[in-house]
């Protein structure tokens, strides 16, 4: 097998939500395997501070407090890009705010800004790069949806769930419209991770981390660094005829039925008839 399968030498890749999380985790991983390396958050200080560690490898970077939900602001950060390293080769498309209300008291207001976080301005990201893999006739573009696209979380999450089922659609149908350009786009759909957000509302709510380790059978909440791995495989050419996936990254939660018990709980059997029945 080639030592250069995973190597991402001198290729660009552009991450947003790179201040924290993991758009941080991507962006490092990326760049400890050569890759010189775009970071966008609206968060300048936490993005400049992940450029400094990227700069530490040795890799390129460049630093941009862009809002990711605004696609005039894309269209010039993209610009920015062409005119400093003249190609994208990798997307890693995962900043993108979310908001929490009971589905009767969202309002049309609320809804629209999540879309606008999460669909349109992911939209807008996939767009500019694939248009620039496209004149390459190469590229890679991970989008970060959630478990919420495919199942029902409750807890207000209508729209997060909402924005994140478009997330995966959009993820299939440019997979399908640029494969056979060369460029490739799946979707990695993450479970509970820990980031301030969901520290904030473990510390607001003690049972929470409890509920969510019930339907994890690895028995723990996710890492920013549980991305990295698989950040650089689909950024290299080791995921050279994958396309249109939707990975899950959580710990087997999606593989387990709502009945099912982790091994981390597990109970001694009991038979569901009394003897001499």
């Not at 993108?96 to 669909?119: C, F, M, W």
């Amino acid at each position: 097998m080639s030592s250069n399968l995973f190597s991402l030498t001198d290729r660009v890749a552009v991450v947003s939500g790179a201040a924290q999380g993991l758009g941080k985790a991507t962006a490092l991983a990326l760049a400890q395997h050569g890759a010189h390396t775009v970071v966008v958050d609206r968060n300048r200080a936490g993005v400049e501070a992940t450029a400094t560690e990227i700069q530490a490898l040795g890799r390129e970077t460049m630093a941009a407090a862009t809002d990711c939900s605004n696609p005039d602001a894309i269209a010039e950060l993209f610009d920015q890009i062409d005119s400093r390293f003249g190609r994208v080769d990798f997307l890693g498309n995962i900043a993108g705010d979310g908001y929490l209300a009971k589905p009767e008291d969202l309002t049309i207001s609320d809804l629209h800004r999540v879309l606008q976080n999460l669909v349109i301005g992911r939209f807008a990201m996939c767009q500019e790069a694939g248009r620039r893999m496209l004149a390459q006739e190469r590229g890679s573009i991970m989008n970060i949806g959630s478990l919420a696209s495919s199942t029902a979380l409750g807890r207000g999450h209508i729209a997060y769930s909402m924005a994140m089922g478009a997330v995966v659609q959009m993820t299939r149908e440019l997979s399908t419209e640029w494969a056979y350009r060369g460029v490739r786009v799946n979707c990695v759909t993450p479970a509970q991770v820990v980031n301030p957000g969901l520290e904030a509302r473990m510390v607001d709510d003690p049972t929470l981390e409890t509920r969510f380790l019930k339907g994890i059978p690895a028995g723990r909440l996710g890492q920013p660094s549980d991305i990295m791995g698989l950040a650089v495989f689909l950024a290299s050419d080791s995921s050279a005829w994958i396309t249109g996936a939707v990975i899950a990254l959580d710990g087997g939660n999606m593989a387990m039925n709502a009945g099912g018990t982790p091994g981390h709980e597990e109970r001694p059997v009991q038979s569901l008839h009394p003897e001499g029945e």
